[in-house]
């Protein structure tokens, strides 16, 4: 059963407060997953940092959760290692390793009430602290209410979870993880049965409550948004590799492949081509204009990436460094946002995005305008 796995995997905790833990650090080396035919994680090699908040990021089926459920113990890897703090899980039960995991199905017990579900776990770790010591009922009780008090959940002790709401029902998931203080916190997809809304406000709580609790949190998403704003650093994956290790700002904003750039939200992805790069610069031909762009690869084709907000379209005639004329192809307003997207010379589209501070643009489509793709935001990618 989902929870008795949960539960078991501490068989003993320590008597530090929760919010003063140190986190384990996870390394991944030459990790591989097979069933069959498909290779669902391929010799991946990832350092996640004691006390990192740190996400695996990609779409569905590029071994996410093949590779959080290889470092919980539910799968056996097909080759590679697993180290916690320097030691190798593999061969270590689920229920002996010091991780627990949150899943999206929350899992709890229908019959008890929120601080029997809490307290589950810990009347299944054997009465004993990491040092030795017994774990008394006080000590039980008083580490309950602490973890109670860290998600917010005081006042609905005596609720079972069918009087939570789905927000609530998470809250308890989380709790019951961390009261048995794991080194490591693995999350998968923990908000996904939510609302947009509630994903959002549950997002900041997250990041918080790891700042607090200061253990290792190890997060599977989807979801881009969510993984740039609660991870200190994430990896990108594709097709059961790693295609690129970061902190928000370094994936965003310098993506290593066109890939990346285009999972990681809306990213301007222009065929061009390129000179052989010097000092990390590199002149592109795109519609038979030169411009400046950021990169550090061969001669050859490229795809460039600017991301809509830093490209700028003005109706006068085309001029300046990296300025090539286009034509509005159609005005998209958004709300707070207008979205403007025009058409090359060599019939590629491109977007632009402003902040509706003032009016927005209406300029008809066909309208002749002028395009600058700024060089610090203009990145040449290998193809
Ligand atoms: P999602 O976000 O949809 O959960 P994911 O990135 O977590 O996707 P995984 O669940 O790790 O991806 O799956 C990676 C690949 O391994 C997929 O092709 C999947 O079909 C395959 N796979 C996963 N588990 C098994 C299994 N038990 N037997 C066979 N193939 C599996």
Redesign the pocket.
């Known amino acids: 059963m989902l929870v008795g796995q949960t539960v078991a995997r501490m068989d003993a905790v320590s008597n530090v407060p929760l919010t003063r833990q140190h986190g384990g650090q996870i390394d991944l080396v030459s990790l591989s997953k097979t069933?069959?035919d498909?290779v669902?994680?391929d010799d991946i090699e990832l350092c996640i940092e004691p006390g990192e908040f740190f996400s695996l990021l990609?779409?569905?089926?590029?071994?996410?959760?093949?590779?959080l459920r290889m470092i919980a113990g539910f799968e056996q890897p097909s080759g590679g290692q697993i180290l916690l703090d320097g030691q190798d899980l593999v061969a270590v039960p689920p229920h002996r390793r010091p991780v627990n995991t949150v899943f999206q199905s929350y899992a709890l017990f229908p019959h008890l009430n929120v601080e029997d579900n809490i307290a589950y776990g810990l009347r299944w770790r054997h009465d004993r602290t990491r040092d030795g010591t017994t774990l008394d009922k006080a000590q039980r009780r008083r580490r309950v209410g602490e973890v109670i008090d860290l998600v917010r959940l005081g006042g609905l002790e005596k609720r079972r979870p069918a009087q939570l709401s789905g927000g609530q029902q998470q809250r308890v998931a989380l709790a019951r993880a961390l009261v048995l203080q794991p080194k490591v916190l693995l999350l998968d997809?923990p908000l996904g049965a939510l609302d947009a809304k509630l994903r959002k406000h549950l997002q900041g709580d997250l990041a918080a409550l790891q700042r607090d609790v200061g253990i290792t949190f190890l997060y599977?998403t989807?979801d881009q948004e969510e993984a740039l704003t609660m991870s200190h650093r994430l990896a990108v994956?594709d097709g059961?590799q790693v295609a690129q290790v970061g902190t928000p700002v370094e994936v965003y904003e310098r993506p290593a492949t066109a890939y990346v750039a285009d999972f990681l939200g809306v990213a301007n992805l222009l065929d061009a081509s390129a000179e052989a790069a010097h000092d990390g610069r590199q002149m592109v031909q795109l519609c038979s204009y030169t411009l400046d762009a950021q990169g550090d690869g061969a001669a050859g084709a490229v795809k460039l990436v600017v991301r809509p907000e830093r490209v700028r379209v003005s109706p006068d005639e085309p001029g300046g460094p990296n300025c090539l004329p286009a034509m509005i192809d159609r005005i998209v307003y958004v709300g707070s946002t207008t979205q403007v997207h025009v058409r090359l010379p060599d019939g590629q589209t491109l977007q632009s995005l402003t902040a509706n501070a003032e009016s927005p643009p209406d300029w008809p489509s066909g309208t002749p305008v002028a395009v600058t793709l700024p060089a610090d935001a203009l990145r040449a990618l290998p193809v």
């Not at 990609?58 to 590779?67: A, F, V």
């Open positions: 069933f069959g498909v669902a994680v990609g779409p569905s089926g590029c071994g996410k959760t093949t590779t997809e599977v989807h994956m059961g």
